[in-house]
């Protein structure tokens, strides 16, 4: 199975500051299709996962441009610019190019 | 606006089995693959499997193969996880998820515990 790893495992950011999560996958995400799925995800306490960026650095409907995703191959970054209080949870990247898909084991955003 | 509701979770004994049921509105669900996904009390994400629109395909995680079922009925707009020989392991929240994970439902716990 690939293995998503995501660094660092919790994140202490100021209100209106940088964050950057590493996904770094054991295997290239690449498809046999060309293209490349992998995603990334929030989940708000006590709420569901929601879906923030897909393959790899398309925004989902109505996420704000403060989020970014960017990378290739095997290593992915998710960006949260102007960090806000709603941006608080656990993100996780997710690999839905190779059969079983994975998650990464989350990172924790919490503010400073 | 896209719905999914989970239902049928329980506390169920080691070896039981029990049967999940996701009810979808709000788009021609027979359009769409579904997924079960499930999350543990660690708080980790696991990909259970996914079926295809008209149910006559299915993929599983190595983990749950030969012991859970995914199955649909395109008529009742519902998705269904048969499990059976459960484990403590499979104590979870378990979702539902729409066109590979752009929606989910709000998730239904499932504890096996004798």
């Known amino acids: 199975d690939v293995v998503l790893t995501q660094t660092p495992v919790s994140l202490l950011i100021s209100l209106g500051g940088q964050a950057s999560i590493s996904c770094r996958s054991s295997q290239s995400l690449v498809h046999s299709n060309g293209n490349t799925y992998l995603h990334w995800y929030l989940q708000k306490p006590g709420q569901s996962p929601q879906l923030l960026i897909y393959q790899v650095s398309n925004r989902f409907s109505g996420i704000p441009d403060r989020f970014s995703g960017s990378g290739s191959g095997t290593d992915f970054t998710l960006k949260i610019s102007r960090v806000e209080p709603e941006d608080l949870g656990v993100y996780y990247c997710l690999q839905r190019t190779h059969n079983p898909y994975t998650f990464g084991a989350g990172t924790k955003l919490e503010l400073k | 606006e896209v719905q999914l509701v989970e239902s049928g979770g329980s506390l169920v004994q080691p070896g039981g089995s029990l049967k999940l049921s996701c009810v979808a509105s709000g788009f021609t669900f027979s359009n769409y693959w579904m997924d079960w996904v499930r999350q543990t009390p660690g708080k980790s994400l696991e990909w259970i499997g996914e079926i295809n629109t008209d149910g006559s395909k299915t993929n599983y995680a190595p983990s749950i193969k030969d012991r859970f079922t995914i199955s649909r009925d395109n008529a009742k707009s519902t998705l269904y996880l048969q499990m059976s020989n459960v484990k403590s392991d499979d104590t979870a929240i378990y979702y539902c998820?729409?066109?590979?994970?752009?929606?989910w439902g709000q998730g239904v716990m499932v504890t096996v515990s004798s």
């Open positions: 998820t729409r066109k590979g994970g752009v929606d």
